[in-house]
Structures are given as structure tokens and as C-alpha cells.
């Protein structure tokens, strides 16, 4: 971002009258000021109850600085921001995330799976902008919260309002892949992904994951299943979103990762599994090394016209100490 003139001259003009202004200032202060003391002869002349000569010259200051935005306002200031632009498409991905209560495990390396999932979505959509990113949320429901978009503002907020429990207790495995091969078969990005991301089995709605799965592979679309968590006891900790409720604990992770290698058999895609919070980052660093797609990329520069703004700022500069000298300083003279 930048700001750029159409008349630039104008503005060495302003740097100019400044400095004449404070050089006649200067000038005439010392050279017409006379001096007239009041009070009696060789008694002790007039004071002010409140010497404010400092102040009154501070507020000479924003004057000057207003003089000199109405000359940079003259110059025509115009805001350059650059934006970078695709030339070429990159890849669609739909996360398929598990928003189930057990997502609140907290084994992830001291958080919860399902904050430690958004994260790792959020870091992957940050660093590939040419893709395409959209988001399935399973519960004991399954539905499509985004399509693939490119729009970030509109993926990260509905990621940040996005909450464990949400869809219910259950976990639509199989429910969530059919949404997502709906969605990402009609696609004509030159790579197509979907990325189941869970820790359990499926035990809701009516379709098998593995069907789903073969549905997904005959769409053309690569699958990645992402285990995430470990068996055993694993501490708990969330909110209820319907009843408002904190839910504390522990629950026994009955994590099988043959049944999600399965999964990702029956698709032709790959299993993944993060017992930890480092091995999860790995997956997906494995993840954005896989489906790399490759593109040209320029700039586009947007201006703005700022001097509108500009002239309001320096009428207010060169205004209020003239307001604050006849209005307020003046109750003290």
C-alpha cells in the first residue's frame, strides 16, 4: 500500500510556503514587537496568572500541518494498493471435518483435535490463496458449510463460529464424503481434493463411508483421511452449544485406524495417522506437498481517492487551535 500524487509539484510547494511562514514569523515577531510593560514605574510590571506562551506557539504547529494538507489535498493524493491475481486455477479441497464431542480431546500436544484441526485448515488456506478451499461439517448430521471458495474472509469467519457439537453426537462419515463428491465431481479445477479429517468411526446416517468412498473415486477427486487422536483415556473439555452446558471429563478413545485405512482404501487415497499435535502438522505438510498445483501469477494496482478526507484533516488542524485560542486560552489572559 501506497500513496501517490497526481500533481507532486504541489506538494514541494507546501514545503516551501511552511518554510516561509515560519521564516516571516520569526521575522516580524522580533522586529515589530514592541514591548510596553504595564504597572507602575520601576514597580513590578503585568503577569498573567498563567504564562502560556508555550502553548499558544504548540498550537502553531497542526496550523502549519493543516496548510500543508490542503496543498498535498491540491496534489490529487490517491491510495495504491496491489493485489496479486491468478492467471491460472489452482486446486479445489473440501475438508470434511468431524465436529463430533470427542473432537475435544485434548491430546493434540495439550489442545483439543478440533481446534488443532481449524488451525492447520486455516494455515493450509493461508498459504495456497489460488486454491479453492470448502468446508463439510459431520455430526450426527453431515452438511456443506462453503463450497470451494477463494473468498478467505468468508472461510476463516465460518470456521471461527464453528463449534464442537454443533451437528450433534454422532459421527456421518459417510454422510459428509457423499456431500462432499456431490460438490467437488463437478469441479473443473485441474486437481480435486477431499480431506476427511476425524477421530472415529462412522455410527450415523444412512451411508457407508466406504460407498461414499468409491463414489469419491469415480469422480476423479484424490481422498486423504486424516486419523486424528490416540486410544486410551484422553481428558475432555468443551461447551454444549444447545445446552449452553461446559461438558469436563475424560472418555475412553476408542480410535481404530483400520476402519478409516479402510475408508481411504475403498476412495484410492491415502491414510494418515496424527496420534500427536506434531504428527497432525505433518499430515497436512504432506497434504499441500501432494496436491501442489502450479500457476502464473501478476499484480493489479487499485486506487482510491483520498482527498476528499484530506480536506476535511487539514481544515480541522488549522480550525481547532484557532477554536482552542479564542474559546479556551483566552478565559486565562
Known sequence: MSIGFERPLLIAAGAAVIVILCGFSRFFRDALTLEIPLGPPGGVPFKPALNLTLPIKLLGIPELCGVFLLFAAAAGPRLVTREPVWLDRGADVLFVLDTSPSMAGRDMDGRNRFDAARDLVLDFAGNRPADAIGLVAVGNEASLLLPPTVDRTLLYSRLDTLRIGELGDGTALGLGLAIAALHIRGSAAPRRAVVLITDGENNAGAVHPETAAETLRASGASL?????????????????????????????????????????????????????????????????????????????????DIQRPAILAALVLILLPRLIRRWLLRAFL
Do not use: C, H, Q
Not at 444447545?242 to 478413545?253: A, C, E, I, M
Not at 484410492?268 to 495417522?273: A, E, L
Open 224 to 304: 486423504w483421511v486424516i486419523g486424528v487422536g490416540s486410544a486410551g483415556e484422553v481428558p475432555i473439555d468443551y461447551v454444549d452449544p444447545v445446552l449452553k452446558v461446559r461438558r469436563t471429563g475424560s472418555f475412553d478413545s476408542r480410535f481404530n485406524p483400520e476402519t478409516l485405512r479402510a475408508i481411504a482404501r475403498k476412495g484410492g487415497g491415502t491414510f494418515v495417522s496424527a496420534p500427536s499435535g506434531r504428527a497432525f502438522s505433518e499430515a497436512f505438510a504432506r497434504l499441500a506437498d501432494a496436491e501442489m498445483t502450479v500457476g502464473r501469477s501478476g499484480t493489479v494496482s487499485r486506487t482510491r
